[in-house]
């Protein structure tokens, strides 16, 4: 049986995340409601708008089931907006948008300004040794402060942008939107077996 991977999908784009985790032999489920989000075995959350996400999953209902089952230890990667709804603290957030603390992390949001609202960058992986990633950031958040608990997996101009706590991933930028499938795969990995320990 594949691992059903929940696609969080309220706002933001979803479908190349789930092309990725096809390719990666998971079997991508949207989640919209409560009921669905109960019977995946891990969630993307994926790049949007993290205030209209926040929103979104309280008035959906979805918000008190995300936080059991991220505190119960389901496996999640969030991706930009995915990113700031995981983590411990935001700054420059909505005074009423939420984030779940699911990995010890503080983000700002749209920390890298007007000027570069978007761009790419060849980043180096602790645990991708063969290549660098290619990675696209879209008005994205950085990680600003890290918990001793969190693995720095990458960092740009010296800020963490990919950090992982045990079975949570987050990234900065939006790795669904290359071909490159090893953050999808090391995900899984991590969260159901076959990882290379690192
Ligand atoms: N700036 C957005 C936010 O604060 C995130 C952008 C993205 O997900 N590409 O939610």
Same mark, same amino acid.
Not at 60 to 81: K, N, W, Y
């Given at each position: 049986?594949?691992?059903?991977?929940?696609?969080?999908?309220?706002?933001?784009?979803?479908?190349?995340?789930?092309?990725?985790?096809? *390719?990666?032999? =998971?079997?991508?489920?949207?989640?919209?409601?409560?009921?669905?989000?109960?019977?995946?075995?891990?969630?993307?959350?994926?790049?949007?708008e993290s205030t209209t996400i926040s929103m979104l999953?309280?008035?959906?209902?979805?918000?008190?089931?995300?936080? =059991?089952?991220?505190?119960?230890?389901?496996?999640?990667?969030?991706?930009?907006?995915?990113?700031?709804?995981? *983590?411990?603290?935001?700054?420059?957030?909505?005074p009423d948008q939420r984030s779940f603390d699911a990995?010890?992390?503080?983000?700002?949001?749209?920390?890298?300004?007007?000027?570069?609202?978007?761009?790419? *960058?060849?980043?180096d992986v602790a645990g991708l040794d063969d290549e660098?990633?290619?990675?696209?950031?879209?008005?994205?958040?950085?990680?600003?402060?890290?918990?001793?608990?969190?693995?720095?997996?990458?960092?740009?101009?010296?800020?963490?942008?990919?950090?992982?706590?045990?079975?949570?991933?987050?990234? *900065?930028?939006?790795?669904?939107?290359?071909?490159?499938?090893?953050?999808?795969?090391?995900?899984?990995?991590?969260?159901?077996?076959?990882?290379?320990?690192?």
């Open positions: 049986m594949p691992v059903k991977v929940g696609l969080l999908a309220l706002q933001g784009a979803v479908g190349r995340h789930a092309e990725a985790l096809a *390719a990666c032999g =998971a079997a991508p489920v949207e989640v919209r409601t409560a009921d669905q989000l109960a019977a995946v075995d891990a969630l993307v959350l994926p790049g949007g999953l309280e008035s959906s209902g979805l918000a008190e089931t995300l936080a =059991a089952r991220l505190a119960d230890g389901m496996p999640a990667f969030g991706t930009c907006a995915g990113m700031i709804l995981l *983590a411990g603290t935001v700054l420059d957030g909505r990995i010890d992390v503080t983000v700002q949001r749209n920390a890298f300004g007007r000027q570069v609202d978007s761009f790419e *960058a060849d980043l660098p990633f290619h990675a696209v950031f879209i008005r994205a958040p950085v990680v600003t402060a890290v918990g001793d608990g969190v693995a720095v997996l990458a960092r740009i101009d010296g800020r963490p942008v990919l950090c992982r706590q045990g079975v949570v991933f987050v990234s *900065a930028f939006h790795p669904e939107l290359t071909p490159d499938l090893r953050l999808h795969r090391l995900f899984l990995d991590t969260a159901f077996g076959n990882a290379k320990e690192n």
